[in-house]
């Protein structure tokens, strides 16, 4: 999937030719049928198809000429010569065609030529003719319409003028890529072919590469349309990041998906990053954000590339995206902001539901040897704080300690589901002074033994959400612990209640499937009452 960016739904996508190619039914003049006719009577086996909306045959197959000699690409000019009335062309006009392209395919050799008239080419008048190893032409197929009229302008608007039209109709936030470029083609319309201005507009604002075809005559926009498909990738912002933390994973460069134009800050459908210490990131000319892990905009990349990632996750599993609850997204159409380097050496990352927004904090080691690591450089950590706002986002306002204990239990599930990996905080706890991690959800904790400090206790959640994981794969366990978050009917939820809203996703979504599975896990060997 890639965005739906705001330019499909811009004004100047006119496309007005499919009304024209849409058009139903232009019977064949008779002259044209009856050349048909005796074009496949001499030649046995061949065969016509007709096309409605151009009255004039789409395709036509078999041993179409005898072997001639040259190229493939002289051989299918001197077979169009000779052909033009079965292909609904008259011999009296100045048709000419001009090859555009050649390739092999499936034992032809096709060209792909375009119709002029008076040395212009007729926008769509294409034909494209095969070839065989006998030089004997066996497939045209063609997009020319019934003979049309075409006529020059003979008083064309200035170009200058012609683009001034197109510039106007982008709008007054115009803001151009390159150059325009233009061409003088016949456009088709119903009665006849019109001389007109064909303009390429490459835009940042709006987004996309225009493409105008201007009424010489008039000045009248006859047709616009975007001919950039796909825009998400026409400019590539990249970053270097550790696809997960510096101590399980090399430097990488990594591409930053969905940066909003202009494509040159941490700005993107998903998320915002802010710096506390430094005015933001910026990507050079080259779209490419160079920064090295001293640099105090390197975690600005990091914290976006793992929001992004995290937030992809969640869209999998069909979260909506922080639109209604959350402040911040709401505001900002869905966006998490992410905020770096918070305080002086904070020991912390964390999500404020009164901002809606997430934070990182740098950590204090190693000038406190009992301090953390740089918390913003840890995907799990992101993941951790995401999952907290996320919860947030469907069930604001979650209390008491069974509640946070949950809320923290989840966060840690889904750190450790996206990783793949049941530890937390490899990275973010420096070794050797601390063996290894925060917490790891491959556990035995058992409910009742549990502190009731919520992660502490949130840690039980956690590590029967993974062994239900264990059992019954990623995917059913992520669906299943993802649905029993939105369906929580109550602000203070406990352990229990939690576990019941597993079994009901289970019972409506999986028919049950997985009933015994859970109670097993959850009520006999974590010990959460039944
Ligand atoms: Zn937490």
């Known amino acids: 999937m890639f965005e739906q960016h705001s330019s499909v739904n811009c004004s100047a996508n006119r496309n007005n030719i499919d009304a024209l190619v849409s058009d139903v039914a232009t019977a064949p003049v008779s002259a044209l049928l009856a050349e048909s006719k005796d074009f496949l009577v001499q ?3 061949a065969s016509l198809e007709w096309n409605p909306t151009t009255g004039t045959p789409s395709y036509i197959e078999g041993k179409l000429s005898k072997s001639m000699p040259g190229t493939p690409s002289q051989v299918s000019q001197v077979f169009l010569a000779g052909s033009l009335a079965v292909l609904g062309l008259s011999p009296e006009n100045d048709e000419e065609f001009s090859e555009i392209d050649s390739f092999d395919w499936g034992g032809l ?6 119709q002029t008239n008076q040395g212009l080419p007729l926008l769509g008048a294409e034909v494209v003719v095969g070839v065989d190893a006998k030089n004997r032409v066996r497939i045209v197929t063609s997009g020319l319409r019934q003979q049309s009229a075409a006529k020059r302008s003979d008083n064309p608007i200035p170009l200058e003028q012609a683009k001034q039209i197109a510039s106007k109709d982008l709008g007054q ?10 061409k003088t083609v016949f456009y088709p319309t119903q009665q006849q072919y019109v001389e007109a201005y064909h303009l390429t507009i490459p835009a940042v604002i709006p987004m996309g590469d225009w493409e105008y075809f201007i009424d010489v005559q008039n000045g009248d926009i006859l047709d616009s349309y975007n001919s950039m498909k796909s825009h998400s990738f026409y400019f590539a912002p990249r970053a270097r990041v ?3 933390n510096p101590e399980e994973t090399p430097l990488a460069t990594v591409m930053l998906r969905n940066v909003k134009s ?3 800050q941490l700005d993107g459908e998903h998320c915002k990053v802010i710096n506390e210490d430094a005015p933001p990131a910026k990507a050079d000319d080259n779209y490419r954000f160079n920064y090295f892990p001293g640099n105090t905009h390197f975690d600005e990349c ?3 590339y793992a929001v992004e990632k995290v937030y992809q996750y969640f869209l999998d599993l069909g979260f909506r995206g922080f639109t209604v609850n959350n402040p911040y997204g709401k505001a900002n159409n869905g966006q998490l902001a992410a905020n770096v380097h918070i305080g002086t050496n904070y020991d912390n990352a964390f999500y404020r539901p009164s901002t809606g927004q997430i934070y990182f904090g740098d950590g204090s080691y190693p000038g406190n040897p009992h301090g953390l690591q740089d918390l913003a450089k840890e995907v799990d950590v992101v993941a951790h704080e995401f999952t907290h706002a996320l919860i947030d986002e469907y069930r604001p306002g979650i209390f008491g300690s069974e509640g946070s204990a949950l809320h923290e239990g989840y966060a840690d599930y889904f750190a450790c589901s996206l990783t793949n990996d049941s530890d937390l905080g490899e990275y973010v706890v420096p070794s050797p002074e601390k063996p290894g991690v925060i917490r790891n959800c491959d556990n035995n904790l058992r409910y009742p ?4 400090e919520p992660h502490a206790r949130g840690r039980v959640w956690a590590g029967a959400c993974w062994d239900l994981r264990k059992e019954v794969g990623k995917e059913v366990a992520d669906f299943l612990i993802f649905g029993s978050i939105l369906v929580l009917g109550t602000t203070s939820p406990t352990f229990k209640y939690a576990k019941d809203m597993l079994l009901l996703i289970d019972r409506y979504w999986c028919g049950g499937e997985y009933r015994e599975t859970i109670k097993r896990i959850f009520e006999h060997e974590r010990e959460i009452p039944v």
């Open 43 to 45: 030649r046995s086996g």
């Open 109 to 114: 050799e096709f060209t792909r030529l375009q």
């Open 173 to 182: 936030d115009l803001e151009l890529r390159s150059e325009i470029t233009h």
């Open 242 to 244: 550790y696809p997960e």
């Open 262 to 264: 202009p494509y040159k």
């Open 302 to 304: 990091q914290v976006y």
């Open 449 to 452: 033994e549990a502190p009731s």
